[in-house]
């Protein structure tokens, strides 16, 4: 993504921040020769080694899982609010332009068990459901329900460059 100097946010921690306030993201890489973008929830964490990661999921049924063993490097995006500005809010002649905050995201991503799936569902839910009136956690669901999981894939990406 073309960053202008000007507008580049060289912040980690605020950078990181976005992230997590904007994580519904848009995870490319390439289905048969073509890029595919599918939107999903992304959650940064950290792992072992300290190092920045994401966590998601996809439907089996999407073909991008598939490719993941062979193409690993992926891009995710992050975008926040965006706007248009008009050129009669300006005190001299401009041309109009789009506002807007965007983080890409590069890393290698790699396909995860299924206790670690459950593991980032169970974190992913509580999350979500930590401000709610009545929150639910996976614990309460019956196993039944819980199989539901085998229709997903999960994976962590191993963040590169952003």
Known sequence: MYIPQYYKNENVKE???????????ILVSQVNGKPWATHIPL???????DKDILVGHISKANPQWTE?????????????AHGYISSSWYKQE?????????????????????EEVLQSMQK??????????????LDDFSPKTLR???????FKITITDI
Do not use: M
Request: proline share 4%; charged share 20%; with cysteine.
């Open 15 to 25: 950078v990181r921040q976005f992230i997590q306030d904007n994580g519904f993201g």
């Open 43 to 49: 959650e940064l964490d950290v792992d072992s080694a």
């Open 68 to 80: 993941f063993a062979a193409q690993p490097e992926v891009l995710c995006i992050f975008n926040g």
């Open 94 to 114: 401009e041309v109009p332009t789009w506002n807007y905050i965007a983080v890409h995201v590069y890393g290698e991503i790699e396909i995860l068990s299924e």
């Open 124 to 137: 992913l839910v509580d999350n979500h459901e930590k401000g709610s009136k009545h929150p639910v956690s």
């Open 148 to 154: 539901q999981v085998r229709g997903v894939v999960g």
